[in-house]
């Protein structure tokens, strides 16, 4: 990277231990490891980036934003098993907050929208959608169209993200 300052934004908390490590490793540059615990929090700090300030109070902007961040995923069981109260199948669509399974059914936009209640709290003003490859884009669009019939106070953006696994990606803030 041509830059005196690189930020890093690990975007798992399994690896922002390494990225600290990782970033003593490198000379002639200065690598600033942003605690990002998820996608949504990395999303965040990018967007509070400003070019016009200080690297230290770019650090200090970027760090700050990480708490009004909310995530959640929906993603699928790949086993068997009992867990957070649920009884699951293998292939059982899930939705998960940054600790818990939260709710289960067969349908992801269903499960998608049941996590977003669960987890939504007045405080929080903007939902954003980032949907899975094996996500179709109609039905994405229309999961957006229901959130924003009822949750009218909030601004609701949905984005195409492309990744496996997870059918959605949630940021609430």
Do not use: W
């Not at 990018?46 to 700050?64: G, K």
């Not at 669960?118 to 884009?137: C, S």
Request: with cysteine; net charge negative; proline share 3%.
């Amino acid at each position: 990277v041509n830059s005196e300052h690189v930020f890093v934004f690990p975007n798992n908390k399994n690896i922002i231990l390494a990225a600290e490590q990782a970033s003593a490793l490198i000379e002639g540059k200065k690598i600033h490891v942003i605690p990002t615990k998820n996608i949504p929090q990395g999303l965040a700090a990018a967007l509070a980036f400003n070019p016009d300030v200080s690297v230290e109070e770019n650090i200090v902007n970027m760090s700050s934003v990480l708490d009004t961040v909310c995530a959640g995923q929906v993603t699928y069981a790949v086993r068997s098993t009992q867990v957070d109260g649920f009884k699951l199948k293998e292939g059982d669509i899930i939705g998960l907050n940054h600790k818990n399974i939260l709710t289960k059914g067969d349908n992801s936009s269903i499960v998608a929208a049941q996590l977003i209640e669960k987890m939504l709290t007045p405080e929080h003003t903007m939902i954003t959608l980032y949907y899975g490859k094996d996500v179709e884009e109609e039905k994405a669009k229309q999961l957006k169209k229901e959130l924003q019939e009822k949750y009218a106070e909030c601004e609701i953006e949905c984005y195409y993200g492309g990744q496996p696994l997870y059918y959605y990606i949630i940021s609430l803030e």
